[in-house]
């Protein structure tokens, strides 16, 4: 067979911005909704960081009417002078990757836009973007389509277009709808993330606007209390067991600030942030702190006489049950795994962080004995759980085959190659005999279950283990459970790389994937944090034309869509439930890696997951309700 040529002609480069165009999930982390704000959060962050400077002291952000952004902030603003490579600095910023301010510590001590790419990638990303800027008494503007200059500059410089005693920046962009799926922006995102900036920077102001409603929306973000105040407003449902705990240090240039607080819940929710960017996978500052606070508490339990010399020592799940916290650092030159900054990883924050915590919260404690007695105490009951649970798991999770199941549990693939395999999660009998008829045996194994598995978010820990279908499931991922006061679950014994949950396209299909979802985020998470569980997403039609080829349809906007384009009469099949389709059907529809659809669960802000799981899946029904008003315009029905 003749071999496609291969030669220096093959070799492409992207100039410019193109780059981004071409890969803008590289540079936002996808090109969903969650990439979408993530462009406001890149200009946000440059106005955070002219605040962390000591020149801006107020952010304005609007949701236009037209679907656009608008940022803007009292700074300095960008500069507009002659660069040396002959244009105006801030045209340099804007067309040019890794141009920015942010590489020495001359312009900024810290900040949490260190790549030089967030402006330029906004930019290469929006159908339209307009900068103003407001210095040396002068107001210039530049205007951009798609990442290219619509001005012409004047020597190489912006020409003023009026005057004022103002100093600031205005950028107005518009996404691009040629590159993401939607273009709306999810102002419930937008406000938690300004509204975290706001408790991380006490000293600032921040006015939101949405004009894109009947009603424009106005919130004032302003937290003069500081972090103390995030961890007020995270416990305010909760019932305290400690007071709010907050210190504060600087080590090698190393600023860290830290606010705790103990509630009568376990489970923790620590939250960690390096230049005000939010740390979803956390990072060296979370694990110097957690290490640190551990190792203090062991030693004060020793030295109370609560843990004996032969006693184990807490483990810092123990330690940290019950236990809210905020983990705040600024750093000179920080470094993250990936664009979007989700993991800090500077060893020397580890090193800075266990040094003030252990200098703050030892000199803490020592003149609050009785609250460091209830700290240790809700360690002991959390180890006693712990205890109690590892035995009954010993007991329910006896061993089992993860081979084929005569009585129609796991139909187990071929291969153990976990790089490799898949495991769907099918409900039904018939749905489950289908799939396993239409899988490919060596590498994608079918577990079926039974109807909707328990809600854990309302369960006791026993009836959650005693459970038949989740023990089936932990038993054949392998890797374990993590109930919350230990952690024997191992992500690296995972015999499957993806976790499908294959479940009808209707409201009793939507409600076994939330439980599912409940399930693996409360006991599982690393799953989802590391990517391995995605929703199948079968068609709800099949049209048949009187002539021309079959087609399966996804969703109605392709109905639509299709029935506007088709010349000719045409069959519809409406699809309620995989059980109606054969096995052929399922496999080029469903299971076949080339042609299938699915969707990869991620989680952008864990603290909002757990609250959102909490209210949606909890016992307290007047919150419920009230969200499900409220929100009951975004309903999809199943009609």
């Not at 339990?301 to 236990?323: C, P, Q, W, Y």
């Not at 252990?358 to 360690?379: P, Q, S």
């Not at 109606?580 to 989680?603: F, H």
Request: include cysteine.
């Amino acid at each position: 067979m003749a071999q496609d040529k291969y030669d220096a002609s093959s070799i492409t480069v992207l100039e410019g911005l193109e780059a981004v165009r071409v890969r803008p999930g590289m540079y936002i982390g996808s090109v969903t909704t969650k990439g979408l704000n993530h462009l406001i959060y890149e200009i946000v962050d440059n106005s955070v960081d002219e605040h962390l400077a000591g020149y801006c002291d107020v952010i304005n952000v609007t949701l236009e009417k037209d679907g656009s952004c608008t940022v803007s902030d009292n700074g300095r603003g960008i500069p507009v002078g002659m660069h040396e490579k002959g244009i105006s600095a801030e045209r340099l910023v804007f067309t040019t990757l890794h141009a920015g301010g942010k590489f020495d510590n001359n312009a900024y001590k810290t900040s949490g836009g260190l790549h030089g790419v967030g402006s330029s990638v906004v930019n290469a990303l929006s159908e339209h973007l307009t900068v103003t800027v407001k210095s040396g008494g002068h107001i210039y503007q530049d205007t951009y389509s798609r990442g290219i200059p619509t001005m012409d500059l004047v020597d190489g410089l912006l020409p003023s277009i009026g005057k004022t005693k103002e100093t600031g920046t205005t950028i107005n962009f518009l996404p691009d709808n040629t590159i993401f799926d939607r273009t709306r922006f999810a102002e419930a995102d937008v406000k938690n993330r300004l509204h975290d900036t706001a408790y991380l920077n006490p000293n600032l102001t921040i006015n939101y606007k949405d004009l894109r409603g009947a009603e424009p929306e106005e919130v004032i973000f302003h937290e003069p209390d500081g972090i103390a105040g995030f961890i007020k407003a995270m416990n305010a449902n909760s019932e305290a067991v400690s007071e709010i705990v907050y210190f504060s240090g600087e080590y090698e240039n190393i600023f860290v600030e830290c606010a705790f607080q103990y509630v009568n819940e376990f489970h923790e929710n620590v939250l960690g942030y390096c230049n005000n960017i939010y740390n979803s996978e956390g990072g060296t500052h979370l694990t110097g702190f957690k290490s640190q606070f551990t190792s203090i508490i062991n030693s004060y339990a020793h030295e109370l006489g609560i843990l004996k010399e032969k006693d184990a020592n807490f483990t810092g799940s123990d330690v940290r049950n019950g236990m809210t916290a905020v983990i705040s650092i600024k750093h000179p030159d920080p470094r993250f795994e990936g664009q979007t900054k989700t993991k800090l990883d500077n060893q020397d924050a580890s090193k800075a962080v266990s040094k003030v915590t252990n200098d703050e919260v030892t000199r803490y404690f020592d003149r609050n004995l009785e609250m460091l007695k209830n700290i240790i105490g809700c360690a002991e009951k959390a180890a006693r759980i712990r205890k109690s649970e590892e035995k009954a798991k010993t007991n329910l999770l006896t061993k089992q085959k993860y081979s084929f199941d005569s009585n129609g549990k796991l139909a187990n693939c071929i291969s153990k190659d976990a790089s490799k395999c898949e495991i769907f999660i099918v409900e039904g009998d018939s749905a489950g005999g289908s799939a396993k008829m239409a899988r490919d045996r060596n590498y994608q194994a079918i577990l079926p279950i039974r109807g909707k598995i328990l809600n854990v978010e309302k369960a006791s820990m026993d009836k959650i283990l005693a459970n038949a279908e989740i023990k089936t499931m932990i038993n054949s991922f392998g890797c374990g459970f993590s109930e919350g006061y230990g952690n024997d679950f191992d992500i690296t014994k995972l015999r499957y790389d993806k976790i499908v949950i294959m479940a009808d396209a209707d409201v009793d299909g939507a409600h076994i994937s939330t439980l599912l979802l409940t399930l693996f985020y409360r006991f599982m998470p690393q799953l989802i944090f590391e990517g391995h569980v995605y929703i199948a997403m079968p068609p709800l039609y099949k049209v048949i034309p009187s002539k021309g080829k079959e087609e399966y349809l996804y969703d109605d906007k392709s109905l639509e869509k299709y029935r506007k384009n088709h010349k000719g009469s045409f069959t519809l099949q409406r699809y309620k439930g995989l059980g109606e389709m054969d096995a052929e059907q399922l496999w080029e529809t469903t299971l076949d890696p080339e042609r299938r659809m699915m969707k990869q669960v991620e989680i952008e802000d864990a603290r909002n997951a757990s609250e959102m799981t909490e209210l949606l899946m909890g016992t307290d029904v007047p919150p419920r309700r009230a969200f499900l008003y409220e929100h009951a315009q975004d309903a999809n029905l199943d009609v």
